[in-house]
């Protein structure tokens, strides 16, 4: 059985998140599902929400994840998890849900470390000296020559 996997962000990153994963496995919309909260609703209110977004049934694995951890929907998210067959993962961006959709037929505990370790991979430095494939021009090369 598939993890589902339930987006809980500010708005409107969570919408965002899951229209760019759609992109990339339209097959799997209905395995994620999103929260964005909004900046005027109470917690309680995100939260039964959240309830109803999920059915209030135990339809399985549950992945939760969420923006910011401390952040209401962190909060919301945590309060959700409790007394379920459910994990959750702060910090969220897309190399992270992309991974999680990928392999959400996994053991949740083995997508809890996908998810982990493709959000990490996903953040990086990237130190760009030239525009790919092109050599850098010097300054003692003719002031004639141009490039089409």
Same mark, same amino acid.
């Given at each position: ?49 959240? =309830? ?5 049934? +135990?339809?399985?694995?549950? &992945? %939760?994840?969420?923006? *910011?951890? $401390?952040? #209401? ?25 992309? =991974? ?5 037929? +996994?053991?949740?505990?083995? &997508? %809890?470390?996908?998810? *982990?370790? $493709?959000? #990490? ?28």
């Amino acid at each position: 059985m598939s993890t589902r996997i339930f987006l809980i962000a500010h708005t409107p990153l969570a919408s965002a998140l899951r229209d760019c994963a759609m992109h990339v496995f339209p097959d799997c919309a209905q395995h994620v599902l999103v929260l964005d909260v909004q900046p005027d609703a109470t917690p309680e209110d995100s939260l039964d929400q959240a =309830r109803q977004l999920l059915g209030g049934q +135990e339809q399985g694995a549950l &992945l %939760v994840l969420t923006d *910011v951890f $401390g952040a #209401t929907p962190s909060n919301i998210a945590q309060r959700l998890v409790e007394g379920r067959q459910a994990r959750l993962v702060t910090g969220v961006n897309l190399p992270m849900l992309l =991974r999680c959709v990928c392999y959400r037929g +996994e053991a949740l505990d083995a &997508l %809890v470390q996908r998810a *982990v370790v $493709g959000g #990490t991979q996903g953040v990086m430095q990237v130190a760009v000296t030239a525009p790919q494939n092109q050599n850098r021009r010097t300054n003692d090369q003719d002031q004639h020559d141009h490039q089409q």
